[in-house]
């Protein structure tokens, strides 16, 4: 298993201003997967974060507009540029685990509420 | 793309009863399926999975799932709620080799004494 620390928890945000979200996991991991919950809807990815290189994005998601680093193998930003009240949501950071590459079974944190005013 | 269903927004249980969650998928080749729960103020966490093999597949806490391939469903049951399994329920779906997965929006579970 992983431990996956997420900061912050959750914060207020103001329309326009860029928020940095922080995921430290507990073991070295080859990928992070960021992901966004939005009010009752389900986990849509917006990311995956692989160190040393450019992270790869969704459909619909750009980095402009959530631009994220991979420094090692333990630590990962989301950041949230120019935040409308759109971007209030849940970001949750997942990784897989040890032996369990490349079979979709994920951790994750325990996510950062956003809400933006 | 794939999508997945899940039909039951909201269920309200009462402790003893029998559970059964819907999620349908859309997608023609093999995939990799999972429930995930999130316990009310914890994270996410995997309930259970099928990858392969018996389409009956057992996870913790008495919960198991069958795949019906010819129904593309992946429905998860529990002969007996308790309490404790007051939760939101996540079936998730895995495609390909990429180890990305497309959820369904959730079910809420709430059991009551």
């Known amino acids: 298993s992983a431990v996956i620390s997420q900061k912050p928890s959750r914060d207020i945000c103001q329309r326009g201003t860029s928020l940095t979200i922080q995921c430290q996991v507990d073991s070295q991991v080859t990928m992070m997967f960021w992901y966004r919950q939005q009010p009752g809807q389900s986990l849509t990815l917006i990311a995956t974060?692989?160190?040393?290189?450019?992270?790869?994005?969704e459909s619909g998601f750009v980095i402009d507009k959530f631009p994220i680093s991979r420094p090692n193998l333990t630590f990962s930003t989301l950041t949230v540029s120019n935040m409308s009240p759109e971007d209030s949501s849940i970001y949750l950071c997942?990784?897989?685990?040890?032996?369990?590459?490349?079979?979709?079974?994920?951790?994750f944190g325990e996510g950062s509420r956003l809400t933006v005013l | 793309a794939q999508s997945v269903s899940q039909h039951n927004h909201h269920v309200i249980l009462s402790e003893a009863a029998s559970l059964e969650l819907g999620c349908n998928y859309s997608y023609g080749g093999t995939v990799n399926l999972f429930w995930y729960v999130q316990y009310p103020g914890q994270h996410l966490q995997l309930l259970l999975k099928y990858f392969s093999g018996d389409p009956l597949v057992k996870g913790i806490k008495g919960f198991e799932a069958e795949f019906i391939k010819s129904k593309f469903s992946f429905n998860l049951r529990k002969p007996s709620v308790q309490w404790s399994d007051t939760a939101e329920y996540f079936c998730a779906v895995r495609t390909g080799t990429a180890s990305k997965l497309t959820f369904g929006t959730g079910t809420r579970l709430q059991v009551t004494l």
């Open positions: 974060a692989n160190q040393g290189s450019e992270a790869t994005y």
């Open positions: 997942s990784v897989e685990s040890g032996q369990l590459i490349n079979t979709g079974e994920l951790f």
